[in-house]
């Protein structure tokens, strides 16, 4: 019996003898330069880049962690990824017992044009995401502490102690979740949200949508200038910022709230000047199709916008006028105006300058417009109720010349004046209310009995009033004219900004 317990004590001693040799030679293995190295040459074949791997660290049976993995541009001209720690974790299923799940800790990534050359940059695209669609590649992959920075068709951004995951669908679709503290260098308050889904194609990986979503950040940090062209230094945007691209075709879209905006900086090119004013605005809808604008819908307030700077194109950018306008509700697209629903006011306006330019004569005098309502649709005036009248003078008395007096009293009322007018003639009141249906224009007056007056004469001391027109305008046809011009400079605008022969994705 003694004999019989001896032979199994040896033979105990030696299993668990061989079975810890068998398992600390295998963990010396794993922590061994040589599998360090077969580990950096595996991921260099399939990645087609060259590789370097720092250390490996045995976890358990079914988990591996690889730190310091460096991947490279061909020839090692510049890093193209680094991460800290990378964790591989077994997770066989049912359907795939060689699948496995990847944990990425610290590190940086770039997706770019900028400073790879454009094989670089396709061959990183297809080498590192390629394989992950692949039935032999992970399930999924999540990141920590990771810097990631994206450059595509002029879309930038640069997320900064980025989380997320990348997740695989199918071997045909893949999406990426990432939520980060700062974008592009500005630390926000709350978190800055992207969303992507992406599918191999023949010779690319596509982005079939990228969405990021941001609170209130500096518009000049979201690269609207490589996007759009437009030079955005200032103000500020609280939304989402959605891009998606397919064969030959780029689409950028906005939402959200525009604070603070300067007109000159979104207008430059637009016209022979950029507007001057500001802005602050409920920005419904904002697609750019290739880059070239294709909608705008939008509500808010535009305040202190030159008026000489908008009739600038009919000679008329003297005149000056600070607007204000609240929209309620516009709609614009690259055939203009598709609706337009606004009212405001306008100030000091120089009659004096306008009435220059219309070359009938002159008159003097501050213009007031007051609007309840304006609404454009399909580029035609609807309607409009709005009042205009003459600052009262202060210091000099106002006048208007005979020769401009003659013609509007002429053209409007059918009147013929006497050739014998003097040079000119004071006046105390101006005023008239516009009304217009359908390009149609009916002029009321504003003073004098029954508010039928639309100007007051002072002819040798006494008042002369002069009453509304009893006949309508008819607009149309000189809008017509305005039409046709202002097609013809916006198509011509927006041919300048059209970039041809670019690429879907570079």
């Known amino acids: 019996m003694q004999q019989m317990r001896l032979v199994a004590l040896i033979m105990l001693a030696a299993v668990t003898i061989g079975s810890l040799a068998t398992s600390g030679g295998f963990a010396w293995y794993l922590r061994s330069a040589s599998y360090r190295t077969y580990c950096a040459e595996y991921l260099s074949e399939m990645l087609e880049l060259p590789a370097d791997i720092g250390r490996v660290v045995p976890r358990s049976w079914n988990s591996r962690e690889f730190d310091d993995v460096a991947v490279w541009l061909p020839e090692r001209r510049g890093r193209a990824m680094f991460c800290r720690r990378a964790i591989v974790l077994q997770t066989p299923t049912p359907v795939n017992a060689d699948a496995y799940d990847l944990d990425l800790l610290g590190g940086t990534c770039e997706i770019s044009t900028r400073t790879w050359l454009r094989t670089d940059y396709r061959g990183m695209v297809e080498s590192g995401l390629r394989p992950l669609f692949d039935p032999a590649g992970p399930r999924r992959v999540t990141f920590r502490e990771m810097e990631i920075s994206f450059d595509r068709a002029g879309f930038q951004a640069t997320l900064e102690n980025a989380t997320g995951a990348v997740w695989f669908e199918s071997l045909e679709l893949g999406r990426a979740?990432?939520?980060?503290?700062?974008?592009?260098?500005?630390?926000?308050?709350?978190?800055?949200?992207?969303?992507?889904?992406?599918?191999?194609?023949?010779?690319?990986?596509?982005?079939?949508?990228?969405?990021?979503?941001?609170?209130?950040?500096?518009?000049?940090?979201?690269?609207?200038?490589?996007?759009?062209?437009?030079?955005?230094?200032?103000?500020?945007?609280?939304?989402?910022?959605?891009?998606?691209?397919?064969?030959?075709?780029?689409?950028?879209?906005?939402?959200?709230?525009?604070?603070?905006?300067?007109?000159?900086?979104?207008?430059?090119?637009?016209?022979?000047?950029?507007?001057?004013?500001?802005?602050?605005?409920?920005?419904?809808?904002?697609?750019?199709?290739?880059?070239?604008?294709?909608?705008?819908?939008?509500?808010?307030?535009?305040?202190?916008?030159?008026?000489?700077?908008?009739?600038?194109?009919?000679?008329?950018?003297?005149?000056?006028?600070?607007?204000?306008?609240?929209?309620r509700e516009a709609d614009l697209s690259p055939n203009g105006i598709d609706r337009l629903i606004a009212s405001g006011y306008c100030k000091g306006v120089s009659l004096d300058l306008l009435t220059e330019a219309l070359g009938w004569g002159r008159m003097t005098g501050n213009l007031r417009i007051l609007i309840d309502d304006l609404t454009v649709e399909s580029n035609r005036l609807t309607s409009l109720d709005a009042k205009i009248i003459v600052d009262e003078a202060t210091e000099q008395p106002h006048w208007v010349e005979g020769t401009l007096l003659s013609e509007l009293l002429s053209r409007a009322l059918h009147i013929k004046l006497p050739p014998f007018l003097p040079e000119r003639i004071e006046y105390t009141r101006f005023g008239v209310r516009l009304d217009v249906r359908d390009e149609v224009l009916h002029v009321f007056g504003t003073h004098g009995p029954r508010e039928k007056s639309i100007l007051t004469l002072r002819i040798a001391g006494q008042d002369w009033p002069v009453s509304e027109p009893e006949r309508a305008f008819d607009l149309a046809p000189s809008f017509d004219l305005l039409r046709a011009r202002a097609k013809e400079r916006l198509q011509g605008q927006l041919r300048r900004r059209a970039v041809p022969g670019r690429a879907t994705a570079e």
């Open 177 to 327: 979740a990432v939520q980060c503290q700062s974008l592009n260098g500005h630390r926000a308050a709350n978190p800055v949200f992207l969303n992507l889904i992406f599918s191999p194609q023949t010779e690319e990986i596509r982005i079939d949508e990228l969405e990021l979503t941001v609170p209130r950040l500096p518009l000049a940090i979201l690269g609207l200038q490589g996007l759009a062209g437009w030079n955005v230094r200032s103000g500020e945007f609280d939304g989402r910022l959605t891009y998606r691209e397919s064969y030959n075709l780029r689409e950028l879209a906005a939402t959200g709230h525009c604070f603070d905006l300067v007109l000159a900086e979104w207008t430059e090119g637009l016209g022979s000047r950029p507007w001057r004013g500001r802005a602050e605005i409920e920005l419904r809808d904002l697609r750019l199709r290739n880059e070239m604008p294709e909608r705008l819908r939008f509500a808010g307030v535009l305040a202190e916008v030159v008026l000489g700077d908008i009739l600038e194109p009919f000679c008329l950018g003297d005149i000056g006028g600070e607007v204000t306008l609240r929209v």
